[in-house]
């Protein structure tokens, strides 16, 4: 493949008309959201009320608590175009079969494939996972199962019968859930039981900030984040919502080992029902299929020998290595997207994350420059230098001196927490997030947060919006997971505020933009003491029963790409895909050619040459790198833009909240 520098503009490209309004401007209404860790943009917090009002939802009063959990997978209609599931499991795998314990309810939500089971174009099911720790996979399948589907599956199934028999062309059902602790699935672990207190919690947060340099907002944070973690690991009589199996707490059963054994009920449970669906469909043929014989082996479950499909993005990459290291022989198909150290992770290090993240910074400056000052508002003729130079006046402004502003007359303040927050959200999806930054960089350059005051009051939601019940909070399933994941006796690098200064420090060198922001990720964990009962502690790597796809950015915000490359060499014959943009994922600025090689390996186990580059489709001001030929390129293009489109709309779907 012959390599071009990527983002050349290439005017004479056509571009789809879907995306051809898009202006810096027209981006102001993005999300000012935090992205809490390593999920990605499906906030765990209130992502039910915000599926309540989806169009998904409409007028069918699907309600979770109507279905009965059962140990098979029953499905029912839901959200007009999928199917819904409650899976009960243990929530202790280990106890003894004699032994009578909680339960957990695992909601699986279900894109049924395109064909039947007993079609030979049938290929099987794929499991999702968003990230996190704690994204939901409803929300997921949700917002971007009809772009999935377009990009996994064959061309759309003829319907006059021409080609049934084909085996050439392959369809999926597209398969999610919300992991333990997390959204539907329940119990679900929680921290603060009263909503109106956890929203004065996360006020008092954006009002404090995270300036670290400042002495009093760095032991006011270190003391409120300590304070979290324990407040999220109590179980007395004051706070009993995370008490299971009697006096026990839900954190000790909410970990990825934990979700690795649920994924393999789930591929299992898989097996069982199509067999038993693709019986009930052969009963109901007036004319018995020739190949019965041939369908009913092709379809039986594989007791105990189910094997897994699966894309994970970000967390869920940790969650598709832990697999892979613990069940190798289960991989079938395994693309993992924006790779987690899992070393690092396990150590509860978070050492890993940053390193390229002002590498995306620099890209802005370059990218804002070549794009000219039509296209880009921060554009200075003086080249990127003085595009940086002006950023880093305006962070150095509103840090020692807060910009005030009105939104419909509320009076607020634009403070230096606020506009990197901005940036570290829009970092993870620059197609969309670079022209917006470009806006409020020149807004805030003239001493303007107009635009930015609008964008606080937008994604900080009054208490009349909460919801007048809510049995149950699970924002806290982030902290429980990433905590009782990590290693106890590493938690002493942030169990005091020296430890925590030398760690701060520490990622100040990685960073100097974006330190004090990932710093507070996994502070929560000086506090909270729960420890998994089961935990995977490594070492990761295994030859797995087929070979893993690794795919990343050329720069990511919080999953560097050398994490990827040194994954995909604990796991023999494995390869890497690197997608020559920027963003969290390969997905977030995609390539065509990238997307057509994913969907390859899915459907026929085919995999690249290990490195291979591909250029991206199109760069965040306009720019266009690859050449469509076919319709079917254009279709993937089309699904691989909305897919990065909606990452953006559900950014801004999160709580601006840390």
């Known amino acids: 493949m012959i390599e071009k520098e990527p983002f050349v503009v290439q005017k004479d490209k056509p571009r789809l008309a879907l995306y051809a309004h898009k202006r810096p401007a027209a981006f102001l209404v993005v999300a000012f959201v935090t992205v809490i860790g390593l999920q990605w943009f499906w906030q765990l917090q209130q992502v039910t009320e915000v599926?309540?009002?989806?169009?998904?939802?409409?007028?069918?009063?699907?309600?979770?608590?109507?279905?009965?959990?059962?140990?098979?997978?029953?499905?029912?209609?839901?959200?007009?175009?999928?199917?819904?599931?409650?899976?009960?499991?243990?929530?202790?795998?280990?106890?003894?079969?004699?032994?009578?314990?909680?339960?957990?309810?695992?909601?699986?939500?279900?894109?049924?494939a395109k064909v039947e089971v007993t079609?030979?174009?049938?290929?099987?099911?794929?499991?999702?996972?968003?990230?996190?720790?704690?994204?939901?996979?409803?929300?997921?399948?949700?917002?971007?199962?009809?772009?999935?589907?377009?990009?996994?599956?064959?061309?759309?199934?003829?319907?006059?019968?021409?080609?049934?028999?084909?085996?050439?062309?392959?369809?999926?059902?597209?398969?999610?859930?919300?992991?333990?602790?997390?959204?539907?699935?329940?119990?679900?672990h929680g921290c603060i039981p009263d909503p109106i207190a956890q929203r004065n919690w996360m006020s008092q947060n954006n009002a404090i900030g995270f300036s670290l340099e400042d002495e009093d907002v760095f032991r006011n944070v270190y003391?409120?984040?300590?304070?979290?973690?324990?407040?999220?690991?109590?179980?007395?009589?004051?706070?009993?919502?995370?008490?299971?199996?009697?006096?026990?707490?839900?954190?000790?059963?909410?970990?990825?080992?934990?979700?690795?054994?649920?994924?393999?009920?789930?591929?299992?449970?898989?097996?069982?029902?199509?067999?038993?669906?693709?019986?009930?469909?052969?009963?109901?043929?007036?004319?018995?299929?020739?190949?019965?014989e041939a369908i009913l082996e092709r379809t039986a479950w594989q007791k105990g020998e189910e094997q897994l499909q699966f894309w994970g993005f970000s967390y869920g990459t940790l969650l598709g290595q832990t697999f892979a290291s613990m069940q190798p022989h289960r991989v079938r198909r395994m693309v993992l997207d924006g790779v987690v150290d899992g070393?690092?992770?396990?150590?509860?290090?978070?050492?890993?994350?940053?390193?390229?993240?002002?590498?995306?910074?620099?890209?802005?400056?370059?990218?804002?420059?070549?794009?000219?000052?039509?296209?880009?508002?921060?554009?200075?003729?003086?080249?990127?230098?003085?595009?940086?130079?002006?950023?880093?006046?305006?962070?150095?402004?509103?840090?020692?001196?807060?910009?005030?502003?009105f939104h419909n007359g509320i009076p607020t303040t634009i403070t230096h927490s606020d506009v990197v927050l901005l940036l570290f959200s829009l970092w993870y999806v620059p197609l969309y997030g670079f022209p917006l930054a470009a806006s409020a960089l020149a807004q805030l350059a003239a001493r303007n947060g107009t635009a930015l005051a609008a964008l606080k009051a937008s994604y900080t939601?009054?208490?009349?919006?909460?919801?007048?019940?809510?049995?149950?909070?699970?924002?806290?399933?982030?902290?429980?997971?990433?905590?009782?994941?990590?290693?106890?006796?590493?938690?002493?690098?942030?169990?005091?505020?020296?430890?925590?200064?030398?760690?701060?420090?520490?990622?100040?060198?990685?960073?100097p933009m974006f330190h004090e922001r990932w710093a507070t990720v996994r502070l929560p964990c000086a506090g909270f003491t729960v420890r998994a009962k089961w935990r995977f502690e490594g070492p990761f790597g295994a030859r797995t029963a087929h070979p893993i796809l690794f795919t990343s950015q050329s720069l990511d915000p919080v999953t560097p790409l050398p994490n990827a490359a040194q994954a995909t060499r604990l796991f023999p014959g494995s390869v890497l895909l690197e997608t020559k943009g920027l963003g969290h994922c390969a997905v977030s600025?995609?390539?065509?050619?990238?997307?057509?090689?994913?969907?390859?390996?899915?459907?026929?186990?085919?995999?690249?040459?290990?490195?291979?580059?591909?250029?991206?489709?199109?760069?965040?001001?306009?720019?266009?790198?690859?050449?469509?030929?076919?319709?079917?390129?254009?279709?993937?293009?089309?699904?691989?833009?909305?897919?990065?489109?909606?990452?953006s709309e559900e950014v801004k779907r999160g709580m601006f909240r840390f």
């Open 343 to 405: 070393a690092d992770y396990a150590t509860n290090g978070w050492l890993k994350n940053i390193l390229d993240i002002d590498g995306i910074t620099t890209a802005f400056a370059t990218t804002c420059f070549r794009a000219g000052p039509v296209l880009c508002a921060a554009h200075d003729a003086r080249g990127p230098p003085a595009i940086l130079a002006t950023l880093a006046a305006v962070l150095a402004d509103v840090r020692s001196n807060p910009l005030p502003a």
């Open 589 to 647: 600025m995609p390539s065509v050619e990238a997307l057509l090689a994913l969907r390859e390996y899915f459907h026929s186990g085919a995999v690249p040459v290990n490195g291979t580059r591909y250029e991206v489709y199109e760069g965040p001001f306009g720019e266009r790198g690859e050449v469509l030929r076919t319709q079917g390129e254009e279709r993937v293009a089309e699904a691989g833009l909305r897919f990065a489109k909606t990452i």
């Open 461 to 511: 939601p009054s208490i009349c919006d909460l919801p007048a019940a809510r049995e149950r909070d699970t924002s806290g399933a982030q902290i429980a997971i990433l905590c009782s994941d990590g290693d106890g006796h590493a938690r002493g690098d942030i169990g005091s505020q020296a430890a925590f200064r030398a760690y701060v420090t520490a990622l100040r060198v990685q960073s």
């Open 223 to 292: 003391s409120r984040g300590r304070l979290l973690g324990q407040t999220c690991a109590n179980t007395g009589d004051d706070n009993t919502i995370n008490r299971v199996n009697g006096a026990e707490h839900l954190g000790q059963y909410v970990s990825t080992t934990n979700v690795v054994r649920d994924m393999v009920e789930i591929i299992e449970r898989h097996g069982e029902w199509r067999e038993q669906q693709a019986k009930a469909l052969l009963s109901h043929y007036c004319n018995r299929p020739k190949d019965v």
């Open 51 to 112: 599926l309540t009002s989806s169009p998904h939802n409409v007028s069918k009063g699907f309600r979770w608590e109507d279905i009965t959990p059962s140990t098979s997978l029953i499905y029912h209609p839901c959200f007009t175009d999928f199917q819904c599931a409650r899976l009960e499991v243990p929530l202790d795998w280990n106890q003894s079969i004699a032994e009578e314990g909680d339960k957990v309810a695992i909601a699986i939500i279900k894109r049924p």
């Open 119 to 188: 079609d030979p174009r049938y290929a099987g099911v794929i499991l999702l996972n968003p990230g996190g720790p704690g994204g939901s996979g409803v929300s997921l399948l949700l917002t971007s199962g009809q772009y999935l589907q377009v990009l996994l599956d064959s061309a759309p199934p003829s319907t006059d019968g021409r080609d049934i028999e084909t085996e050439d062309e392959k369809y999926f059902d597209l398969l999610s859930w919300d992991p333990r602790g997390v959204n539907n699935t329940t119990p679900g």
